[in-house]
């Protein structure tokens, strides 16, 4: 089993940052994956960046350029550093890891962004 953390949330304007953090219970130099996904309101959930265990990283179209996943390993923490934020980012998101062929997730945590 493993538990996820997400915190780092809030409201900011169009154009600042935000980092999200995502603390896990187990070591994550053993999880498969670790990433980001996260759901507008009214809209389906969307992935937004991963990272592997080899530190390949992935991004959606929409948030390159301006989003960057990486691992804290000695801390067991993965980050999402979100810079130019946009009201389109607005989103809970949500932290997920991927181990022995099992996803976990996190409970969530809220971004608005105000024009």
């Known amino acids: 089993q493993v538990q996820l953390v997400e915190s780092g949330g809030g409201l900011v304007q169009a154009g600042e940052s935000l980092r999200l953090s995502c603390a896990a219970s187990?070591?994550?130099?053993?999880?498969?994956?670790m990433g980001w996904y996260r759901q507008a309101p009214g809209k389906q959930r969307e992935l937004v960046a991963t990272v592997t265990g080899g530190s390949s990283t992935n991004y959606a179209d929409s948030v390159k350029g301006r989003f960057t996943i990486s691992r804290d390993i000695p801390n067991y923490t993965v980050y999402l550093q979100m810079n130019s934020l946009k009201p389109e980012d607005t989103a809970v998101y949500y932290c997920f890891a991927f181990v022995l062929l099992r996803d976990y997730w996190g409970q969530g945590t809220r971004v608005t962004v105000s024009s």
């Open positions: 187990i070591s994550i130099g053993s999880i498969d994956a």
